[in-house]
């Protein structure tokens, strides 16, 4: 599954330095779980699929993401909460595109 933001989405952030699209990622949960292990998975992805298919763009944003702390791993380790940025409904499991696409239009309208 591929998210892409388009400028008319409420969650859409604009241009960004690279440092701060990595601060979001690290802090930010979607409907497909936590944004940062999104980002790092997909690296791994481009990596297995071939030598060629790496991605300059990602890969400094997954190295910038791996040197910050997890907020996650952070909050479980101190028992305190984590305040994941732009949570708009409970994680679900979902069987394809068409059904996601409706979640997030859903989440939307409330």
């Known amino acids: ?3 892409i933001g388009m400028p008319d ?3 859409f952030l604009g ?5 701060d699209v990595a601060v979001t990622i690290n802090h930010s949960v979607g409907p ?3 944004n940062r292990e999104y980002l790092l998975q997909l690296e791994e992805a481009l990596k297995e699929l071939s030598a060629d298919s790496r991605d300059r763009h990602i890969s400094d944003l997954a190295h910038r993401v791996r040197a910050m702390e997890s907020p996650f791993n952070v909050a479980t380790a101190t028992g305190a909460s984590a305040a994941p940025v732009r949570v ?3 994680l679900r499991k979902v069987s394809s595109t068409e059904e996601q696409e409706e979640i ?3 989440s939307l309208l409330n």
Not at 15 to 19: D, E, G, N, S, V
């Open 9 to 11: 989405n409420p969650q």
């Open 32 to 34: 497909s779980g936590e």
């Open 88 to 90: 708009s409904h409970a």
């Open 15 to 19: 241009a960004l330095q690279p440092h």
């Open 1 to 3: 599954m591929v998210y």
């Open 104 to 106: 997030e239009k859903e």
